[in-house]
Nanobody
Framework: QVQLVESGGRLVQPGGSLTLSCVAS????????MSWYRQATGAERELVAR????????KYADSVKGRFTVSRDNSRNTMFLLMNSLKVEDTAAYFC?????????WGPGTQVTVSS
Protein backbone atom coordinates (compact mmCIF):
# COMPACT_ATOMS: atom_id res chain seq x y z
CA GLN A 1 0.00 0.00 0.00
CA VAL A 2 1.04 3.62 -0.45
CA GLN A 3 3.09 4.98 2.42
CA LEU A 4 4.60 8.41 2.92
CA VAL A 5 6.79 9.09 5.94
CA GLU A 6 8.12 12.54 6.75
CA SER A 7 11.07 13.26 9.01
CA GLY A 8 13.45 16.03 9.98
CA GLY A 9 11.17 18.38 11.88
CA ARG A 10 12.44 19.91 15.13
CA LEU A 11 12.78 23.11 17.10
CA VAL A 12 14.96 25.66 15.33
CA GLN A 13 15.78 29.32 15.97
CA PRO A 14 14.60 32.10 13.65
CA GLY A 15 17.01 32.48 10.75
CA GLY A 16 18.03 28.86 10.96
CA SER A 17 17.86 26.08 8.39
CA LEU A 18 16.27 22.66 8.28
CA THR A 19 15.86 19.87 5.73
CA LEU A 20 12.75 17.69 5.73
CA SER A 21 12.55 14.30 4.03
CA CYS A 22 9.61 12.30 2.72
CA VAL A 23 10.22 8.63 1.97
CA ALA A 24 7.63 7.02 -0.29
CA SER A 25 6.71 3.40 -0.95
CA UNK A 26 3.93 1.38 -2.53
CA UNK A 27 3.87 3.18 -5.88
CA UNK A 28 6.22 4.13 -8.72
CA UNK A 29 7.64 7.29 -7.17
CA UNK A 30 9.34 8.57 -10.32
CA UNK A 31 6.01 8.73 -12.18
CA UNK A 32 4.24 11.21 -9.93
CA UNK A 33 4.26 14.83 -8.90
CA MET A 34 4.91 15.23 -5.18
CA SER A 35 3.94 18.08 -2.87
CA TRP A 36 4.76 19.54 0.53
CA TYR A 37 1.95 21.09 2.56
CA ARG A 38 1.90 22.61 6.02
CA GLN A 39 -0.70 23.28 8.65
CA ALA A 40 -0.30 25.64 11.55
CA THR A 41 -2.44 25.29 14.66
CA GLY A 42 -5.91 26.65 13.96
CA ALA A 43 -5.18 27.23 10.27
CA GLU A 44 -6.03 25.41 7.07
CA ARG A 45 -3.52 23.15 5.37
CA GLU A 46 -1.68 25.05 2.65
CA LEU A 47 0.55 24.15 -0.27
CA VAL A 48 4.22 24.92 0.33
CA ALA A 49 5.93 23.43 -2.73
CA ARG A 50 5.31 21.04 -5.58
CA UNK A 51 7.77 19.14 -7.78
CA UNK A 52 7.20 17.37 -11.08
CA UNK A 53 8.14 13.71 -11.59
CA UNK A 54 11.45 14.53 -13.29
CA UNK A 55 12.38 17.33 -10.89
CA UNK A 56 11.23 20.33 -12.90
CA UNK A 57 9.13 22.39 -12.99
CA UNK A 58 8.72 23.32 -9.32
CA LYS A 59 6.14 25.57 -7.73
CA TYR A 60 6.32 27.46 -4.43
CA ALA A 61 3.96 29.38 -2.22
CA ASP A 62 4.75 33.10 -2.30
CA SER A 63 5.48 33.01 1.43
CA VAL A 64 8.44 30.63 0.96
CA LYS A 65 9.85 31.66 -2.44
CA GLY A 66 13.56 32.32 -2.27
CA ARG A 67 13.86 30.59 1.12
CA PHE A 68 12.68 27.00 0.52
CA THR A 69 13.86 24.52 -2.11
CA VAL A 70 12.05 21.31 -3.00
CA SER A 71 13.98 18.44 -4.58
CA ARG A 72 13.69 14.72 -5.11
CA ASP A 73 15.87 11.65 -5.53
CA ASN A 74 13.93 9.17 -7.61
CA SER A 75 16.55 6.47 -7.01
CA ARG A 76 15.78 6.67 -3.27
CA ASN A 77 12.02 7.33 -3.54
CA THR A 78 12.59 10.43 -1.44
CA MET A 79 11.52 14.07 -1.63
CA PHE A 80 13.25 16.84 0.31
CA LEU A 81 12.43 20.33 1.49
CA LEU A 82 15.39 22.56 2.29
CA MET A 83 14.21 25.45 4.43
CA ASN A 84 16.47 28.46 4.95
CA SER A 85 15.96 31.75 6.77
CA LEU A 86 13.20 30.22 8.84
CA LYS A 87 10.65 32.54 10.41
CA VAL A 88 8.36 32.10 13.39
CA GLU A 89 5.44 32.00 10.96
CA ASP A 90 6.91 28.85 9.34
CA THR A 91 5.95 26.95 12.49
CA ALA A 92 3.61 24.15 11.41
CA ALA A 93 3.21 20.45 10.83
CA TYR A 94 4.64 19.64 7.41
CA PHE A 95 3.10 16.91 5.26
CA CYS A 96 3.98 15.29 1.96
CA UNK A 97 1.29 14.35 -0.50
CA UNK A 98 0.83 12.31 -3.65
CA UNK A 99 -2.28 11.64 -5.64
CA UNK A 100 -3.76 10.33 -8.85
CA UNK A 101 -7.30 10.24 -10.12
CA UNK A 102 -9.62 10.52 -7.14
CA UNK A 103 -7.02 9.21 -4.70
CA UNK A 104 -4.88 11.32 -2.39
CA UNK A 105 -2.31 10.06 0.10
CA TRP A 106 -0.76 11.96 2.98
CA GLY A 107 2.03 11.22 5.38
CA PRO A 108 1.52 11.62 9.15
CA GLY A 109 3.52 14.85 9.17
CA THR A 110 6.58 16.20 10.95
CA GLN A 111 6.50 19.19 13.30
CA VAL A 112 8.66 22.25 12.63
CA THR A 113 8.79 24.84 15.40
CA VAL A 114 10.64 28.10 14.84
CA SER A 115 11.22 29.89 18.10
CA SER A 116 13.93 31.63 20.06
Amino acid sequence: QVQLVESGGRLVQPGGSLTLSCVASGFTFSNYEMSWYRQATGAERELVARISPGGTPRKYADSVKGRFTVSRDNSRNTMFLLMNSLKVEDTAAYFCKVGWGSLTYWGPGTQVTVSS
